[in-house]
């Protein structure tokens, strides 16, 4: 739920910290793969900041469609 997601400015304030860790972080899809959809890119609540979140080819194929939309992702850091 997004209730138990960070936003990504509090991942990358202290990444070190959450390494071998599963983290489930939100954010706006900023970018993406457009050959397979194997990654985006979400965009921190702080200006100037991203995270690319890359998924096994194709595992997961993120859609076109959510460039723009508020995700949650989860998954190993």
Do not use: H
């Not at 200006?47 to 959510?66: H, L, T």
């Amino acid at each position: 739920s997004a209730r138990d997601a960070m936003p990504v400015s509090q991942l990358l304030a202290t990444p070190d910290s959450y390494v071998g860790q599963t983290v489930r972080v939100q954010g706006t899809v900023v970018g993406m793969c457009k050959e397979r959809g194997c990654w985006i890119n979400l965009a921190s609540d702080k200006e100037g900041e991203s995270v690319r979140i890359k998924v096994q080819d194709g595992v997961i194929v993120f859609p076109a469609e959510i460039l723009g939309s508020t995700v949650i992702a989860e998954g190993g850091w």
